[in-house]
């Protein structure tokens, strides 16, 4: 099963890039980049100055019957669920669709200092997590599993970047 990439608002060409390659040496799956004919302004919440991810997956379902596998939306807007602040990523629990956010996996939005190689590890992490999700994972205890929950970045740093071994059993074509 193929795994779908698909950038909305995602400007950063190199740190797709190295997701993709990533990918590509953890799954047997191809990796491919799409693009959707989709505007996110139309989930855009002014009063939070955030998009609504659930609208904007529901709305990416009706795009993407053409592609049989797993798909990420890929963003660097700030996304939220109503009964959260703010949400790194949203995947649906067994299904094809999942949203990841890297507006928050940026250190300098913390510290106000960059640091590239920590926004690859943290984004890795967390679409790792949300591909989890899509295959019917959920959350893990183990904190060297990348399935732990994340609710702040603190978690997404210590927790682990790959499967423990109960969950990547579940994991349909994974290398490592
Ligand atoms: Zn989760
Ligand atoms: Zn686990």
Request: with cysteine; net charge negative.
């Amino acid at each position: 099963m193929d795994i779908f990439i698909a950038p909305l608002k995602f400007y950063s060409a190199l740190l797709l890039q190295n997701l993709v390659k990533e990918l590509s040496k953890r799954f047997t799956s191809n990796i491919h980049i799409i693009e959707l004919k989709m505007n996110l302004d139309d989930f855009l919440f002014f009063e939070r100055g955030q998009y609504f991810s659930t609208q904007i997956i529901a709305e990416a379902m009706k795009l993407t019957d053409e592609f049989d596998g797993k798909i990420i939306l890929l963003t660097n807007v700030d996304i939220f669920v109503p009964v959260l602040t703010f949400i790194f990523g949203e995947a649906q629990l067994n299904g094809k669709h999942s949203i990841l956010s890297v507006c928050r996996l940026h250190e300098e939005f913390y510290s106000g200092i960059s640091n590239e190689s920590l926004l690859f590890e943290r984004t890795i992490k967390e679409a790792l997590h949300e591909l989890g999700h899509c295959y019917g994972l959920r959350h893990c205890i183990d904190w060297d599993c990348v399935m732990h929950s994340s609710p702040g970045i603190e978690e997404v740093d210590i927790k682990g970047n790959t499967y423990c071994h109960k969950c990547i059993s579940k994991i349909e074509g994974y290398k490592q």
